[in-house]
Structure formats: structure tokens, C-alpha cells
């Protein structure tokens, strides 16, 4: 029996620029850096393939090399910041991240969702109460987090299915839910309650609230969140002073948004 052809591609498809993204791809906070084996391996291309991605990008400012290992800049940002930007979310969220975080005197951010991944695309920060500094662009895996569960409570049925059999929960701190049912009943929860708490799941002594973001049509297109040291905000704090005040900016977040939208809609 003759084996299966592979579907036939659309004539406009473009193989290399395929290739090129998923060299960018290969790249993750697990592997920041990498050989140019090590990125051949990974993407299934030959080597000479490899190289010649990987130096174009060197060229493109997209990827840098001290010879050996390659690594992405912070230009690579740019791809997926336009998507965020043209949406006009970041800046139209900003001022209201201020005033939240002037109020309750914590940081602030918004997120969106890339693969199993949050993305930080916009954040006000006081002290600094991560070992990790966050900045615009920061990625932390979604199952862990405030903000990932609040996008993942917006998956349906399927999806959440699709996550939950592929996504790699890891043990970050003892608290960390790795355990696939326990956490698909934690999204439902999530999802029913309308906003998720996640405590010192992430790291040690980081308390955080997230709230989604809808745009008109009802559907989560990022998440907001408020973090917190658990040394100095206990839960009853969070219910009582952070939730009533993140609630409020995520509505007044979207109320933007329709705002927005409604005026390009009378353009």
C-alpha cells in the first residue's frame, strides 16, 4: 500500500518563511540559548538550514551570537507586540494600571495568552517581590498564574481538553497545582466565580488576583492582575481590598474597549 501524501499545501504558502519561524520558535525559557545542533535538532532542519536561518535573523537583529550559542533580543518582541498594539490594549489600559496601582499600592499588569504561555503586555510596578524581574514581555506558564487561569477559564470545552493533555505542569514551589484534574476544577471554579487567586503557586511569598478582560462580544482577550507579598497581604485581604478594586478597573478597562470599538465602527 502506497503511503499517505502529505496534504497539499495552498500555492501562496512559503516553506521558508515557515522555517523561519519555527527557528525563532525553538527558542524558549527552558532553552534561552542554543547551538546551532542544538537548533537543528529541534526544528527538524539540517544544519546548513540552520545556519543560514539563524544568521539571517543574526543580520535582522532578531537573534544575537557570541560564535558558539545563539539566543533571541529583545527585538523578536516586536512580532508579537503588534498584534497587542493594534488592538490599542496596552496604552488603553495603562492609566487605568496607574490608578489601580496607586490605590492599592501593589503591582499591576495585564496579560494575553501566547500558546501555554501568559505574556506581560503592559505592567505597573512598586517593590519588587518576584526573583525574577517582570517586564513588558515577561512569560510565565499560564497554568501557574492568576492571569493563565482567568484566559484558560475563557477556553471551551475542547480547548481547555487540548491544554490540559498537552501543557507541563511543573512542581514550582510546593503549592503548585500539577495535578491535571485538580487544575481543570480549579478553572471551572475560575470561570464560575469570575476571577482566580493563585497563592505562592508561582514562587514562594507571591500572592496574585487576576480578573479577565472581555472585548464586546463577551469573550476574555486578556487577563489583569494585582500581586502581592503573602507577608503583608493575607487572603481576607485580597477579597476585601484588592478584588473590589481590580474588578472595578477590568470594568473600566472594557468599557474602553466598546468605546473604541464602537467609534471605529462609525468610521
Do not use: C, W
Not at 62 to 78: A, I, N
Not at 117 to 134: F, H, N, S, W
Not at 213 to 225: F, K, L, T, Y
Amino acid at each position: 500500500m502506497p503511503p499517505a501524501e502529505e496534504p497539499a499545501r495552498d500555492t501562496h504558502f512559503v516553506q521558508s518563511l515557515e522555517r523561519g519561524l519555527s527557528v525563532i520558535r525553538a527558542f524558549s525559557a527552558e532553552h534561552p540559548s542554543m547551538t546551532l545542533s542544538d537548533v537543528a535538532r529541534t526544528t527538524g532542519l539540517t544544519r546548513a538550514a540552520a545556519r543560514r536561518f539563524l544568521l539571517t535573523l543574526v543580520d535582522l537583529g532578531y537573534v544575537r551570537t557570541d560564535g558558539r550559542l545563539f539566543s533571541l533580543t529583545p527585538r523578536v518582541l516586536d512580532l508579537g507586540y503588534a498584534y497587542v498594539a493594534s488592538a490599542g490594549l496596552p496604552d488603553l489600559a495603562q492609566p487605568h494600571l496607574e490608578d489601580l496601582s496607586s490605590r492599592v499600592r501593589e503591582s499591576v499588569s495585564v496579560s494575553v495568552l501566547d500558546g501555554d504561555d501568559i505574556v506581560y503586555v503592559a505592567r505597573v510596578a512598586t517593590l519588587r517581590i518576584m526573583t525574577v524581574a517582570i517586564t513588558v514581555g515577561t512569560r510565565f506558564p499560564a497554568a501557574a498564574t492568576s492571569m493563565g487561569r482567568v484566559l484558560l477559564a475563557g477556553f471551551d470545552g475542547d480547548e481547555l481538553d487540548s491544554f490540559l493533555a498537552r501543557a507541563e505542569l511543573r512542581k514550582l514551589t510546593e503549592a503548585t497545582i500539577t495535578d491535571p484534574g485538580e487544575l481543570r476544577a480549579e478553572i471551572h471554579r475560575v470561570r464560575e466565580q469570575g476571577y482566580a487567586v493563585v497563592d505562592q503557586e508561582l514562587e514562594a511569598g507571591l500572592r496574585s488576583l487576576a480578573a479577565p478582560i472581555r472585548d464586546g462580544s463577551g469573550r476574555v482577550i486578556a487577563a489583569a492582575n494585582v500581586s502581592a507579598h503573602a507577608g503583608r497581604s493575607s487572603v481576607e485581604n485580597v477579597y476585601r481590598d484588592l478584588l473590589p478594586a481590580l474588578l472595578e478597573t477590568t470594568g473600566r478597562i472594557e468599557a474602553d474597549l466598546a468605546a473604541v470599538g464602537r467609534r471605529s465602527a462609525d468610521l
